[in-house]
């Protein structure tokens, strides 16, 4: 199976390619030319299969230049039960009530969704690059506003022919978020402070990756720069996993049917959750809606009810700051495959880029709205929910979760469709600690990491085990660097 640019078909490349590459050099995204449906059968086999023997069997769909001992190598490494996963399930489907469950999708190292690709992915990456011919180490940059630099770390960390650097804004991210980090384990690893906000950050990463006497210099040293951000391919197949293997629970505990068509609800931010249910969903998987989900920053829902995606608008900094997006760049592989063409996706990239907006056909929204339905909710709705689904059914949920939770009530309510829905939940109330305990009527925080214990007086749940242990593990990084000096940091980190 061949790969294909979202700005350009007629470029073709194989998938290890498209890994490694990650971005085409049109600025496009890398697609399947193809989709793959799932041969008859398969689901009813992976109903009795475990997550890492389904992870394989899905993957390995579009991966034709992958064997599948190797994938299932990597999935042993990249899902192990007690080393990486606290749960065996890996991503297990929680019963809420009736009609409504949760997949959980944080029981992973940094106890958040990212883990699910993220620990797949040096895999990939790293096979890729045996597989192109490349023998000089990947560095991979990274520019965090917090759950990403984390989740990078754990997946790269001690992975062989790479290394890692990430940067963070010095007064951008949480306490929690900022010990995850500077606590981070490993011998291929490094993590710096840059003074500024999370652009700041950004844009230096972006500075480094465009300069080439810096790229002549570290291939000369046996290094080459590559990055794990969340449009490469290697990210978003990983994904369309637990979409399917959430169905094969569902079956296995009778809650469904074999071929009941179910919603999943997901709290959407670069739209690379979401996509990947709907690849699910062109493989065969029975998916009646997918509900998408966003806060205040409410440019999807816009997007979705009247085909106008504009970004011109106030950006809001919410509880659920991973959802904090305006441009949801995933979208991109959204547009081609359902319009079929390179030249209108091109169109529509080149106004977004001038103009901020852009309007898609007619014919292109009604496929859309076909598929897809959307809402938003505010901070405050989002933890009303948090207090009342905590109150009535026993179940804690982080902001993001609460997001996704609310919208698909009020689309009951709108729609009065009782398919049986999944919410995707995207991080432990324990990575959101100030503002769980805030929903549920706390109004005064212990400071650094007393707040898990708090948390878990007051809602007697337990927290995971890496967020409980931050106190006790040693500081390794602290340095700090000016937004003018990351390219030294780089240097420095590759002698
Ligand atoms: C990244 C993230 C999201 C958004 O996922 P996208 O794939 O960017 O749409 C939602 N919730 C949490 C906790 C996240 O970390």
Excluded at 4 to 12: E, G, N, Q, V
Excluded at 350 to 372: C, H, M, N, P, W
Aim: proline share 3%.
């Amino acid at each position: 199976m061949k790969y294909l640019s979202t700005r350009d078909a007629t470029l073709r490349f194989d998938a290890a390619q498209a890994i490694v590459q990650g971005l085409s050099r049109d600025g496009g995204l890398f697609m399947p030319e193809a989709f793959p449906v799932m041969p008859a059968g398969m689901l009813e086999e992976l109903i009795r299969a475990d997550y890492q023997t389904r992870a394989v069997r899905i993957m390995k769909l579009f991966l034709e230049d992958f064997s599948e001992e190797e994938l299932a190598y990597f999935a042993s490494k990249a899902y192990a039960f007690g080393e990486k996963f606290d749960t065996e399930a890996v991503a297990p489907v929680h019963h809420v009530t009736e009609g409504t469950e949760v997949l959980e999708l944080w029981h992973g190292p940094t106890c958040a969704f990212k883990d699910m690709a993220l620990q797949m992915l040096p895999w990939l990456l790293t096979a890729s690059l045996r597989k192109t011919g490349e023998e000089k180490t990947a560095c991979i940059l990274v520019a965090t506003s917090g759950d990403t630099g984390k989740a990078a770390l754990e997946g790269f960390r001690d992975v062989d022919h790479t290394k890692i650097l990430v940067f963070y804004p010095k007064d951008g991210v949480s306490d929690i978020q900022k010990l995850q980090m500077v606590t981070q384990q490993g011998d291929n690893v490094g993590v710096c402070s840059v003074v500024g906000n999370f652009d700041d950050a950004q844009t230096g990463v972006k500075q480094i990756f465009s300069d080439e006497v810096l790229r002549d210099e570290l291939a000369k040293k046996g290094y080459f720069l590559s990055s794990a951000n969340s449009i490469n391919w290697g990210r978003v197949l990983p994904q369309v996993v637990y979409y399917i293997s959430a169905y094969c629970d569902l079956v296995q505990d009778n809650r469904i049917q074999m071929g009941d068509p179910i919603n999943f609800c997901v709290p959407t931010g670069n739209f690379g959750d979401i996509l990947a249910g709907f690849y699910a969903k062109t493989m065969g998987l029975p998916v009646n809606r997918l509900i998408c989900a966003s806060n205040s920053n409410n440019v999807l829902t816009d997007f979705i009810e009247t085909g106008i995606y504009d970004r011109n608008r106030p950006f809001y900094t919410t509880a659920s700051p991973s959802m904090d997006i305006l441009i949801s760049s995933n979208l991109e592989r959204l547009l081609y495959q359902l319009s079929g063409s390179d030249a209108e996706v091109r169109g529509y990239m080149d106004s977004l880029s001038r103009t901020g907006r852009y309007e898609v056909t007619a014919q292109l929204k009604d496929k859309i709205q076909g598929q897809f339905s959307a809402g938003w909710c505010s901070d405050e709705a989002a933890a009303d929910t948090i207090a009342k689904v905590f109150g009535c059914e026993g179940y804690l949920m982080d902001t993001h979760t609460a997001v996704a939770y609310t919208v698909l009530e009020q689309y009951r309510e709108k729609t009065g469709d009782d398919t049986l829905s999944v919410v995707l939940s995207t991080a432990s109330p324990y990575k959101f600690c100030a503002s769980v305990l805030e929903a549920v009527g706390v109004k005064e925080f212990r400071p650094g990491t007393g707040i898990i214990a708090q948390l878990e007086e007051k809602t007697r749940t337990a927290a995971p085990v890496p967020l409980k242990s931050l106190a006790d593990k040693q500081v390794r990084f602290t340095q700090v660097t000016e937004k003018t000096a990351m390219t030294d940091v780089v240097r420095e980190f590759l002698i």
